[in-house]
């Protein structure tokens, strides 16, 4: 069955992922310099890139173009038979570089189709004793470099990438993780104003342990403000609503999250979340949170309280 869409509010950003503890601080960081800018950016979800309603997703291609196994052939198939109609005009494409495409019947806008190394033919190109190890990194760094490129040339404002090389063509998980976050954060530092927002999309498990653990070391770990609202909820609706201070109410350490739900969703559908509070006669008590800049506000739910 069909996983569904995604939208992009629906996404969460690094800073969410911390304040939710998915994401801890890494002992030995990489950049002494934090951002809350870039962890508002920058997100990682382990989801069907198909069905992310995003502007842009990246394709991990074939140089022809023309779709084949894994993600590839994914996106060819709900994207429809128009998709290859285009690839076809486009006369292939160079592994370390990317071309883009309008995507049909998939909800995001555009696809850009970059061809990724493959990584013991780009190790040992030349024969043995004559390779260069760096050539696989220099090629996968093209790829994100140039789907970057094209994702803000053409408008652009998000782009879900895909772990490019890390299926069947063999690159190693956590050496291609950190090449894909290192020119992403490389790229938004040198275009600050071009994206507001970047997603690691895995769907391999290895994939997502790889981002999981190299994540925090890039894009630093930020304490959470002092100030948040508590929302406290019946099955009938909002019965209060009280302002507190963190440090003067431990009851408001943010510790386990039982569900988040957008704010943007019908507040019908938050009280059917989750069924087995909904089945009994509780408050649900939830933390609300409102993230800087474009970001949509959260319901964070803490805990429910017997009545």
Not at 54 to 78: F, K, M, P, Q, Y
Not at 126 to 137: A, K, L, Q, S
Not at 191 to 219: G, N, W
Request: hydrophobic content about 40%; glycine content about 6%; overall charge positive.
């Amino acid at each position: 069955m069909a996983s569904t869409i995604l939208p992009l509010a629906e996404i969460p950003t690094l800073s969410l992922l911390y304040r939710l503890r998915h994401l801890a601080a890494a002992a030995t960081p990489q950049v002494s310099t934090p951002s809350q800018r870039l962890n508002d950016i920058i997100s990682h979800v382990t989801h069907d890139i198909t069905r992310l309603e995003v502007d842009c997703i990246v394709n991990a291609a074939n140089e022809s173009l023309l779709g084949g196994g894994g993600v590839d052939g994914a996106i060819h198939r709900v994207a429809g038979p128009n998709l290859l109609r285009e690839c076809r005009t486009l006369d292939g494409c160079q592994t370390g570089d990317a071309k883009i495409t309008d995507a049909y019947e998939l909800p995001c806008k555009r696809v850009v189709h970059a061809v990724g190394p493959v990584y013991v033919m780009e190790r040992f190109r030349g024969g043995p004793g004559r390779g260069d190890v760096r050539r696989p990194e220099t090629l996968l760094r093209g790829c994100y470099q140039r789907s970057l490129e094209l994702a803000v040339a053409n408008g652009a404002k998000s782009i879900a990438f895909s772990s490019i090389s890390t299926g069947v063509y063999g690159y190693p998980s956590v050496e291609a993780a950190t090449v894909a976050i290192k020119v992403v954060r490389e790229f938004l530092e040198s275009h600050p104003q071009s994206l507001e927002r970047v997603i690691f999309c895995t769907f391999e498990r290895k994939d997502c342990r790889a981002y999981d653990m190299l994540l925090p070391y890039v894009f630093l770990f930020l304490p959470f403000s002092n100030r948040s609202s508590l929302w406290v909820f019946e099955p009938e609706g909002i019965a209060e609503k009280e302002e507190i201070e963190k440090e003067n109410n431990p009851a408001n350490e943010l510790l386990i999250y039982d569900a988040i739900v957008n704010i943007s969703l019908p507040l019908n559908r938050i009280f059917r979340l989750p069924q087995p509070l909904r089945r009994k006669k509780q408050k649900w008590v939830l933390a609300f949170h409102i993230p800087p800049r474009s970001s949509p506000p959260v319901f964070l739910m803490r805990q429910h309280l017997n009545q």
